[in-house]
Structures are given as C-alpha cells and as structure tokens.
C-alpha cells in the first residue's frame, strides 16, 4: 500500500519563502510528484525527482531522499497567485501503467 | 500539442438519466486514466486504461463504465447516478512503462458533474 502525509495547511507572507514537507511510505516506487492545484481547477504538474537531491525550476525547487521517504516543495519569492493546494504524489508501476497516489493536499495561504 | 481535453466542462443530470463524459490527447501516450475528485480532497484514482485495455478499475460502482474506443480517446459512460456522485471527473494521460518520462500524468481541465 502506499501512505502519504503531508500538512495540511501553511500561511506564508508574500516576497518569503515556504516549504511542504511530504512523508511517504510505498511500494514500488517510481519518483514523486508535486502538482499545484488551484480551487476548481486541474492539477498542473510542477516537478518531478526520482533519484535523491534537490531540482530547481525557477521559482520552484524540489528535493528528495528515497531512504528517509521524505520530499519538500521550495517555493521562493512568493506571490498572490501562489496561494493554492500543493499535492505531493508518488508514481509506482504495475498492471502496465504507471499509477499515482496522492497526498491529501497543503492548502497554501499567501497573505500580503 | 500537450494539452488533455475534456467535455463537457459542466454536467447536470438526474438520478435516472445516461450521460457521457469524454476525454482526448493527442500526445501518443498510452496509458489513460479517470480520477473522481471531491472538494477540499486530492483526486482518487477511478479506472486505468493501458494500451487501451483496462488495466485497474478501483472497485468503482457499476453506474461507472469506461471505455477507450482507441489510443486518443478516453469515454466514461454514467448511468443512475447518485447525488453523492456530484464531483470533479478528471482525466489523465501519461506514457506506458519502460519510456522516459517517470509516468507524469498531465490532466485535463475537468467535467464538474452535479446530479439531481
């Protein structure tokens, strides 16, 4: 089975920086993802990492470390948009496909 | 074209009607999948289609029928539904296993389902 926990709210100030930590527990682990999701809309992909260390894509940074089943999303410079749900999801294969499990989801408040 | 597209965008039906909810990429990806997502929840994985067989059909009610006609497309038939069905229905696509791409699944924009 698969066990992701992440929290499940954050404020932060515009112009700081915020990072949302994610624990998991999986079988089959093929990399994990974090999407941005805002109220109503699709999941947007935002970043992926399968082997363990930090990936850096402007704003964003994610990290992993496969021991310690642990992740977190970086976001700097933050801005009104930003506000939104952050899911933290893990890929596994099986049945010939590949398969998410999603986090339950950090609501992030951006306050000015 | 990186683009996952759904129709409608909004359905309202009653308890006894049949509708259809549809899905398109375009993207050469084969494998194909529905999410049901409820408010303030993340997405909880429905059907997975792969290779256009299904693959994984999450003990989903039968009132839920999917159907992959072929590679691009992607249908989710809904038949005496209930109101707790009332949700965001998303679909998503994502290359098979053994190429590049770790399985990012890129989503649709979604049908909100209200039923009466």
Known sequence: GQNIDQPTEMTATEGAIVQINCTYQTSGFNGLFWYQQHAGE???FLS???LDGLEEKGRF?????RSKGYSYLLLKELQMK?????LCA???SGAGSYQLTFGKGTKLSVIP | DTEVTQTPKHLVMGMTNKKSLKC???MGHR???WYKQKAKK??????VYSYEKLSINESVPSRFSPECPNSSLLNLHLHALQPEDSALYLCASSQGPGLAGGGEQFFGPGTRLTVL
């Open chain 1, 42 to 44: 699709a999941p947007t």
């Open chain 1, 48 to 50: 992926y990492n399968v």
């Open chain 1, 61 to 65: 940074s994610s990290f992993l470390s």
């Open chain 1, 82 to 86: 930003d506000s939104a749900s952050y």
């Open chain 1, 90 to 92: 893990v890929s596994y």
């Open chain 2, 24 to 26: 398109e990429q375009h």
């Open chain 2, 31 to 33: 494998a194909m999948y």
């Open chain 2, 42 to 47: 993340p997405p909880e994985l429905m059907f």
